[in-house]
């Protein structure tokens, strides 16, 4: 069979190599709140000045796209710089998962008939989702994080990433090809992919790509759970941990104890253990009611307000995910903790070692920890799951 792609070089650094990579946290902030930095680049027009930049191909990976019908939002923005890129002779390719273009047909549609649009389904011999969010420009500038291409994600949610420039984003550019004939229906080999190694970055440190689901990767060393289990099982004072929402199982609720074990015995040794989570996690509360128990171990549930025009369907919520181990390494990425993210679905991050980005996401983590938007779960409470459509 067709093998998906050809290796790019992906030369290793160390700390005391020249800088080969540049990276840079990246967010939405939901309107009308307090949440976020002053000094940290907002979401929609750093996407728009990363495609003002391409001179060859702007390729995306996502989830799904939407954008509000009738109304001018900052996606179209975005969508209207993909535009003036391609009438300049920039390829623009965009890889969506299949599960939501009957709900957003129209959205589906206007790409298709603007850009070279494909779907998936599976990864390999399994169905899963294409749950990353990134974009790659030129095979040398790439965003990676937890927005989706969706006007709610660029001004309605609470949402998290990296712009990553050099050696690796050259890897993300592989990985997106290998998926992309992937979803044309060839079997790629992802062994030809370049390889996610550490890369040195400027201001120090390094930067490493991770992801899922294993087998879809260059190899089985950039899975991301073992090295999120791996870091739990070795910090020492301290770990902290946003997600969008959390479970010790499957979707077919199955059991999937690799992280909830990891963090009690964490936790039991003395390491103090916090997660943030979004009050859709009022749904699913049994097994952050047993780590809510544990000595050592706090849950803080935030609820965003709602916006002043209205009701807005899943919206208004926290979406970041990321984790900071001894207030200096961090993970960031585009999987909840839940089995299927991890085993049956494409995402994306980057493993954060020595770098100034791991003291930054922890103040981050603060600012909304202390806020008036979060509160302290209550293990033997009920609770009302909120309205989300």
């Known amino acids: 069979m067709p093998s998906a792609t050809h290796a790019v070089a992906s030369p290793s650094a160390t ?12 967010e939405s902030v939901p309107v009308e709140t307090t949440l976020g930095f002053d000094d940290v680049p907002d979401t929609a027009p750093t996407w728009i000045a990363m495609i003002e930049g391409a001179e060859r191909e702007v390729a995306l990976g996502h989830f799904y ?25 920039v390829k623009v390719r965009v890889l969506l998962d299949a599960l939501f273009a009957k709900d ?30 990134y974009m790659v420009v030129d095979g040398d500038d790439a965003y990676v994080g937890s927005a989706n291409f969706d006007w709610r994600s660029l001004e309605h949610i609470h949402e998290l990433g990296l712009r990553i420039r050099g050696v690796p984003a050259a890897s993300i550019s592989a990985l997106f090809d290998a998926d992309w004939q992937a979803a044309g229906g060839a079997v790629p080999d992802y ?26 990767l260059p190899s089985d060393d950039a ?77 803080k549930l935030v609820t965003v307000p709602q916006a ?21 390494d961090a993970w960031l990425g585009s999987s909840n903790w839940k089995g299927d993210y991890f085993y049956n679905g494409r995402n994306l991050g980057a493993w954060l070692s020595g770098t100034t980005l791991g003291p930054q996401l922890r103040r981050g983590f603060e600012q909304v920890w202390t806020s008036a938007y979060a509160e302290t779960l209550d293990p033997e409470a009920d609770y009302t799951p909120p309205k989300r459509n």
Do not use: C, M
Not at 15 to 26: G, H, K
Not at 120 to 126: A, E, I, K
Not at 244 to 267: G, I, K, T, V, W
């Open 65 to 89: 796209a939407t954008e509000n019908a009738g109304q001018d939002d900052r996606l179209d923005a975005v969508i209207a710089a993909l535009e003036a890129a391609q009438k300049r002779g």
């Open 15 to 26: 700390a005391d190599a020249a800088p080969t990579a540049s990276v840079t946290l990246i």
């Open 104 to 133: 957003n047909a129209a959205t589906y549609a206007y790409l298709d008939e603007r850009f070279e649009l494909r779907q998936t389904t599976h990864w390999g011999s399994r169905n899963g989702i294409q749950h990353a969010k």
């Open 191 to 216: 062994t030809e992919v370049s390889a996610f190694e550490p890369t040195a970055i400027a201001g120090g440190g390094q930067v490493e790509l991770v992801g899922s689901p294993k087998g879809a």
């Open 308 to 328: 002043a025009s209205g009701f807005i369907p899943f919206a208004r919520v926290v979406h970041a995910k990321y984790a900071v181990f001894d207030g200096r």
């Open 223 to 299: 899975w991301e759970l073992p090295r999120l289990v791996t870091a739990i099982g070795e910090a020492k004072t301290s770990i902290e941990v946003q997600l969008l929402n959390y479970a010790a199982s499957f979707r077919n609720h199955d059991s999937f104890p690799a992280l909830q074990d990891a963090l009690l015995a964490a936790a039991a040794r003395g390491v103090e253990v916090r997660l943030l989570l979004s009050d859709w996690q009022k749904s699913h509360l049994e097994d952050v009611r047993a780590l809510q128990r544990a000595e050592h171990i706090t849950v």
